[in-house]
């Protein structure tokens, strides 16, 4: 199975300031279609998750433009431009390229 | 818009049976591959399986494999999971999840199952 490495586990940040999370694939997530079906799940508190990023670096609709993913291969990064105080939760990354998807082990942005 | 209803947790004793449903709306049900995601509590996310449309196909995590049984009905737009052999560890929230193409695009609220004598 492919292994998901997310860091930090835990990330304190102060609002209006960046914020930066790593997701490491132990193989690359490359399809044979070309794409890499890297993704980013937002969960706040209490609900369920949320997509924010698909495709690496894809912004879902109503996603403020301060999120951004970006990277390729098995190296990938989901950063936030300024906190917001209603961007504190656990972040995801999940792979959709190899069977059993699979996630990271979550980020706790606090 | 689309929605995600799961049912059918609760409180079960080890080695016994349950199912959960999730009833599906707001989009064309039968055109979409579907998954079930679990969260044990206070963890991560669990990807536990998925059935194409037409249930021609379906993948499940190790952890369920030979237990657990993804299934649907296209025309009462359900998805279905038959737990059998429950353990401990399989106490979680479990949610229903529409594919998007090597993503989870829609999600729904979740239903707990715990596991206990």
């Known amino acids: 199975d492919v292994v998901m490495t997310q860091s930090p586990l835990s990330l304190p940040v102060t609002l209006g300031q960046p914020a930066s999370i790593s997701c490491r694939s132990s193989?690359?997530?490359?399809?044979?279609?070309?794409?890499?079906?890297l993704n980013w799940f937002q969960q706040r508190p209490g609900q369920s998750p949320r997509r924010l990023i698909y495709?690496?670096?894809t912004r879902d609709s109503g996603v403020p433009d301060r999120f951004s993913g970006s990277g390729s291969g098995t190296d990938f990064t989901l950063k936030i431009s300024r906190v917001e105080a209603e961007d504190v939760g656990v972040y995801y990354c999940?792979?959709?390229?190899?069977?059993?998807?699979?996630f990271g082990q979550g980020t706790k942005v606090e | 818009q689309v929605q995600l209803v799961e049912s059918g947790g609760g409180v079960v004793p080890p080695g016994r049976s349950l199912r959960l449903s999730c009833a599906a709306s707001?989009?064309?049900?039968?055109?979409?591959?579907m998954h079930w995601v679990r969260q044990a509590p206070g963890k991560g996310l669990e990807w536990v399986a998925v059935?194409?449309?037409?249930?021609?196909?379906?993948h499940y995590a190790d952890s369920v494999k030979g237990r657990f049984t993804i299934s649907r009905d296209n025309v009462k737009n359900t998805l279905y999971l038959q737990m059998n052999s429950l353990r401990a560890e399989d106490t979680a929230v479990y949610y229903c999840a529409r594919d998007g193409f090597g993503t989870i695009d829609y999600w729904g609220q979740g239903t707990l199952v715990t596991v206990s004598s």
């Open positions: 707001g989009f064309t049900f039968s055109n979409s591959p």
């Open positions: 999940m792979q959709g390229t190899h069977w059993p998807w699979t």
């Open positions: 059935t194409s449309h037409d249930e021609s196909n379906k």
């Open positions: 495709k690496v670096s």
């Open positions: 193989q690359s997530l490359v399809y044979s279609d070309g794409n890499t079906y």
